[in-house]
Each structure stands twice: as C-alpha cells, then as structure tokens.
C-alpha cells in the first residue's frame, strides 16, 4: 500500500495510538500525540479505519518531548516516553471515559479519581525479557525481531545492576528461552526466573556459581512446563504501608516465583488504599476476593475486621496468601484454592449466606464468565479492579443489565510512560 497522508491527532486509543480522522475513517497512528500534525504512511487499510506510521512530525504537540531511552520506538516495552509524563494521566482518563461509554454503554460517568505515579523511571520491580544467543533483550513491537537490552530507565536500578551481572557472567546462563529478573528494594536484592527447554544438574552447578559471583542475585528459579528447581532463595520479599481509614498499616508480603505482585511497589499501596475506600466495609460484613493472588487486598480488607474468603487457582500463589495471611496476624479470612468459576458454582463459597461485597481483579481477559455468578449473589457492592477497560467497560455493561450502578472511578497510573493502566470501579446495587 503506498499512500501518505498529513493528518492532525485528536485524542489517543488504548493501545499507545495517537487517533486521527479523515473521510469518515479512524486512522491509529503508534508514537504520536494529541496535537501532534503528522505526515504517515498507511499501513494497512480497512473498510472503517486505518494503521499508519509517521514519516514525519509536521507540528509538535505541546505535548511532545524527546524520550530518554534509545530503544524507545523498537523494543515495545514503552508506548509514550515521548509524552510529558504529568500529561499521562489526563491523557489515559480520556482513554477510560471512550471505552466506558463506547463499550460500557455509560451515558454518565462519575468523575475519574486520577493518581498519578511520583516514579516516571526506575520504579519497575519485574521485568521479562527474551533470550537469544547468549543475549538478553525484547522482541520489537508486533514482531519477532530481536532488540538487545543493555539497561533498562522503566526498571528499578537493582534490575539494571543485575543485567550488567548477567551480561559479564552469561556463560552461566542455561538455555533459557526468556528470563525474569524480579527485585525487592528492601531486601537490595534481586531473583531470576529462567523459563527453559531442559535443564540438568550442570545447570544447577553453573547457576551457584553465579549466585557467588552476584552480590544482588539471591536465588534463581528454573521452570520447565510444570518442573520447577530453585537454587538459593527465589522468593520476593516486600512491605507496604497502607492507609486503613484512620490509622496507618504495614503489611508483609512474599511472592514465589510463580506468583504474581505488582510492578510498581508505591502505585500498589495507593491502589490497595483505593479498594479499601471504595469497599466501605463494616466489620459485621462478609467480603469475596476473586483471584486474590497472594493476598495484596484479601489481607488489607480483612484486618477491618470483615470476614473475607480469598479465592485463587494458582497453587504457588495460594501458599503465599497463607504465609503472608500468619505473618500479618490477620485471623478474618481464609483461602479456597481452584478455579474462581468452579468454585463459585459449587458453592465453597457459602454463597448460600451471600456476600455484602465481591472485590475482584481478573485477568487480562476480564471476567465475562462470572458475571452471571456474581449477579446470582446480589452483594450491594462490587469492587472491579482491571488492568484492561476494554474488558472492563465490557463487563460494567452486563452488571449494568442486571441492576448495579457504577458509583466511583479511580485510575492508577501504575505503568508510566506505556498507555497501561490500573482502574478500580465501585458498582453498586439499585436499591428496590
């Protein structure tokens, strides 16, 4: 296809796309910016919109910067490192508010709680990256081609030090097909997860040796399939203060390898102190966390002192919601192992004493099959986590249906300089 156009964005798309117009099309544009005026080249061209990339930057938006990583435009991992960062929020609201009306079917929406990020770099705490011939790096956006990564601005300075490690010690590494360096800044040190082919005592031995060599890296974790051998410890440690109404709280925690935290340790707290707001739990209440993980708002809701059953099909993860739930003294909830859908419909739940409350953060993929389930329970209130407002404004529609109201909204910004982003919305149930 050869056709270049100059175009003017008007707003942004989930996605990282700045949106342009023209003869009835949308045209999504990767690496622009509201106001940016952009000469493309179409890409690919369908009956209702298009793909373009830009040739060239006619007019600057206001809003452009220069981005601070030289891979930026190639590895994929950042979107909008050349967008003022204090625009992002304002910018990824506006991206929430289309999607919950065009999808969602909102007619109106409650104003959006923007929290914006103190930590436009260094604040990642988990990286994954892929490897090949000895190198370590990520796949270019929509593609297979390999970018090397020798740093990374996103990633906490624990995670870079440990690459430079990697770098000079990659005689060490097994064949591992990608790798995840996880970091704990209150411990100062570093685990490496290595997905593999195969792996063999010799791996085991070299990988000691790495483990003496590294002053960081305190515990490698290889998996293969449902295989898994560790060497040292490969635990994630960490703490989080947490707001809990009129006093403030800290909370242990411990992830495992398998198990999933969030990236952005302080965009957390806030998040977890966003849920508690919105939840409105009296202690004579009985809460629902669905996919609880290890805990991160199980353990905060329940020391209100409600009752609360976490559920989570994720074994490694279920372990460490236990941990954390004895490390924290917390008495006032317990965890169901399985698969959300089946245990809701067998009833481990106790659904037969309903629930005032269902907090819920699912997968990217939202939480389409449970909906019915939840609905069936009739809590007054529901608390949505998502990391996906396509799923969620998706999802809102078919709570709207069956009578909730959507109440609060706040946006976290827990991934600067990418278009992801953390929202928590409160429904709650019409009154008869």
């Known amino acids: 296809m050869d056709k270049e156009i100059t175009l003017s964005v008007d707003s942004m798309a989930y996605g990282g796309y700045g949106v342009a117009r023209m003869d009835h099309k949308v045209i999504f544009i990767p690496y622009t910016v509201k106001g940016d005026q952009v000469r493309i080249h179409v890409t690919q061209e369908k009956r209702a919109f298009c793909f373009g990339n830009v040739l060239s930057v006619v007019e600057p938006s206001p809003w452009r910067i220069a981005a601070s990583c030289p891979h930026f435009g190639l590895c994929g991992g950042c979107q909008w490192q050349h967008i003022e960062f204090r625009r992002h929020g304002e910018l990824k609201g506006e991206i929430l508010e289309e999607m919950l009306r065009r999808v969602g079917g909102l007619d109106e929406i409650p104003p959006i709680a923007i929290v914006p990020s103190e930590s436009p770099y260094g604040y990642r705490l988990r990286v994954r990256l892929k490897a090949e ?4 790096g990520y796949y270019q956006e929509k593609s297979h081609e390999f970018v ?3 740093g990374c601005p996103i990633a906490h300075p624990l995670i870079n030090e440990t690459l430079e490690t990697l770098r000079e010690e990659r005689g060490s590494l097994p064949d591992a097909t990608e790798l995840e360096i996880r970091a704990s800044p209150e411990e100062k040190k570093t685990v490496l ?5 195969t792996f063999s005592e010799d791996d085991t031995r070299r990988l000691k040796g790495l483990l003496s060599a590294s002053p960081v890296v305190k515990g490698i974790a290889l998996l293969k399939k449902r295989r898994a051998l560790w060497v040292g410890d490969p635990r994630i440690h960490f703490s989080l203060r947490v707001a809990c109404r009129e006093e403030e709280r800290t909370f242990s925690f411990r992830a495992s390898p398998q198990s999933f935290f969030q990236v952005h340790r302080d965009q957390n707290q ?3 102190e966003n849920v508690l707001e919105f939840s409105e739990l009296e202690k004579e209440e009985r809460f ?3 996919y609880a993980g290890i805990g991160n708002f199980t353990l905060p809701l329940a020391s209100l002192g409600s009752y609360g059953i976490g559920m989570e099909e994720n074994p490694e993860a279920l372990k460490d919601a236990l941990f954390n739930g004895r490390k924290n003294g917390i008495t006032t909830c317990h965890f169901v192992r399985g698969r959300v859908e089946r245990i809701l419909r067998d009833g481990r739940d106790g659904k037969n004493r309903g629930a005032d409350l269902v907090v819920l953060d699912p997968p990217r993929r939202g939480g389409k099959t449970i909906m019915e389930d939840i609905a069936r329970l009739r809590p007054s ?5 998502s990391c996906n407002p396509g799923t969620l404004a998706r999802d809102v529609r078919s709570l709207l249906q069956k009578g909730y109201s959507v109440q609060r909204l706040a946006l976290i910004d ?5 278009y992801h982003m953390e929202v928590v919305a409160l429904l709650s149930l019409a009154v008869p």
Do not use: K
Not at 133 to 136: E, K, Q
Not at 193 to 197: A, E, K, M, T
Not at 381 to 385: A, D, N, S
């Open 270 to 272: 806030r998040l977890i």
């Open 381 to 385: 209130r529901i608390v949505y986590i």
């Open 193 to 197: 997860v290595l997905y593999l082919r």
């Open 148 to 150: 090397e990564c020798n």
């Open 288 to 290: 629902l966390d669905l």
């Open 414 to 418: 827990m991934f600067p300089q990418t």
């Open 133 to 136: 011939g000895g190198r370590l």
